[in-house]
């Protein structure tokens, strides 16, 4: 019987570490899917907001070569920058569908890029750089202004979730922690009834024992428990009462 109670002891310790170390495996886990996915998602949107400005800058700079030098044609270039920017543009749009937040701001990209072609589309032989700096360049800077506001908000996206995946790393070693603590009191505790129930009655019996053997006093045990130690205790006191006979 004291041998299966120090086994279920030693069982229940075991089963606290090994739930606590699968709990903790579970959330380190999470921890690097949401680690990868973060770092994932960053480097694709700012890929996506690089890949709008670079379309837009092309454009900027086709233009302004066409004005200093009216030989040049870069009509099918620009052709090919405005649909670069509008399928980056599409490809946002489905990868941020339905975030409230970041649909705004492609809303607000979309209206200043509508209103930069109007005003690319009036570019013609009489453009002149007074008509460049005073009418387009302000809507080619509203145009990646919305771009850079659409960038800082998914930044403070991507903020909040780090935020969260720093709070789920605080989570996932606070398992670890409270596992630990919780084995190493498991197994104070483990000791000190071991010592009460079972260390201490036979370190007694044993005094009460060498007691009687060497100053004849008799030999008087309390045993609390029902189990070997006190059919120990109960073949001890009738050896005894067998040697005084």
Do not use: C
Not at 178 to 195: E, M, P, R, S, T
């Amino acid at each position: 019987m004291i041998k299966r109670k120090i086994i279920r002891g030693f069982i229940l310790i075991g089963a606290l570490l090994f739930l606590s170390g699968i709990i903790s495996s579970i959330e380190l886990i999470r921890l690097n899917r949401a680690t990868s996915e973060l770092l994932h998602a960053s480097r694709g949107n700012i890929e996506l907001s690089k890949n709008l400005l670079d379309a837009v800058q092309d454009q900027n700079t086709m233009l302004l070569t066409t004005i200093t030098d009216s030989t040049i044609n870069y009509r099918n270039e620009i052709a090919e920058s405005r649909v670069r920017f509008n399928a980056t543009l599409q490809t946002i749009k489905e990868v941020f569908e339905g975030n409230v937040e970041l649909t705004s701001e492609i809303l607000k990209i979309e209206k200043t890029a509508f209103d930069y072609n109007t005003i690319f589309n009036q570019v013609s032989n009489d453009t002149d750089l007074e008509w460049f700096v005073q009418v387009y360049r302000t809507t080619y800077n509203k145009l990646t202004a919305s771009i850079k506001n659409f960038m800082i908000a998914n930044e403070n996206g991507i903020i909040d979730s780090a935020s969260k995946v720093e709070s789920n790393a605080f989570r996932a070693s606070m398992v670890g922690i409270i596992a630990l603590a919780g084995g190493i009191l498991l197994v104070v505790l483990f000791y000190y009834l071991l010592n009460l129930f079972y260390i201490q009655p036979v370190m007694v019996m044993e005094h009460s024992l060498k007691r009687h053997l060497e100053k004849g006093f008799p030999f008087s045990v309390e045993v609390n428990t029902k189990d070997e130690l006190l059919s120990l205790k109960n073949q001890i006191e009738l050896l005894v009462a067998r040697s005084k006979k």
